[in-house]
């Protein structure tokens, strides 16, 4: 199978199973098939984090303008950074923005920033796995390896060395080697969240 195909088959797994994760989780509906829209607000987010640690985020600004949307998100991804997740596991918040009135966007740009997301949720659910105190829903990993397995495949196929100084994410294939996210050295995020594409940009 080509390339391209391949990665977006795979990828359409990994969005279905984080919308029932987080729905699980949180006991709420996306409330729209647009997994961009549903998670643009941050509310759902917020919601999550805190279900998985709760209390962790104190207050939720439910208001529906994009400034508060954009509050959420960044103090969602402030929570996965108190959970010990790194920069290069979290997605921009910009990542989540509504790109469709962007006459200069690429086709591939919206779902290219949509992955970023996804590779968070996949962390975040590594995360609660480990976790002793939680007992709710498990994400179901193996969804995500066409993503992760892709995006690292491609990666080495054009020489990129933004995987060399991380090997941890080999767990995309072993996914038994958490402990290996402890000792992760952090590097530069142009080099790695945006550089986990399925998509390829050019």
Not at 117 to 135: C, E, H, M, N, P
Not at 140 to 159: M, P, R, V
Request: net charge negative; hydrophobic share 35%; charged share 25%.
């Amino acid at each position: 199978m080509e390339w391209r195909q391949q990665s977006s088959v795979s990828c359409e797994d990994a969005f279905t199973e984080a919308q029932r994760w987080i729905e699980e989780v949180t006991g709420k509906s996306f409330g729209c098939s647009d997994f961009r829209a549903a998670l643009e607000n941050g509310v759902l987010l917020c919601d999550l984090i805190n279900q998985l640690k709760p209390g962790i985020i104190k207050r939720v600004n439910r208001l529906s303008t994009p400034i508060a949307g954009l509050d959420n998100v960044n103090v969602f991804l402030k929570a996965c950074g108190k959970l010990g997740l790194n920069e290069s596991q979290l997605f921009h918040p910009g990542d989540l923005q509504d790109l469709s009135t962007r006459v200069t966007l690429r086709h591939d740009e919206s779902q290219r920033r949509l992955k970023n997301v996804l590779i968070t949720i996949y962390w975040l659910g590594r995360k609660a796995q480990l976790d002793t105190f939680y007992s709710g829903p498990q994400l179901n990993f193996k969804d995500f390896e066409g993503l992760l397995g892709l995006a690292l495949s491609k990666a080495l196929e054009e020489g990129s060395n933004a995987f060399v100084k991380d090997e941890g994410y080999k767990e995309s294939h072993d996914l038994e080697g958490e402990e290996s996210l402890q000792t992760r050295q952090s590097y530069d995020r142009g080099n790695s969240v945006d550089g986990f594409e399925c998509v390829n940009p050019r």
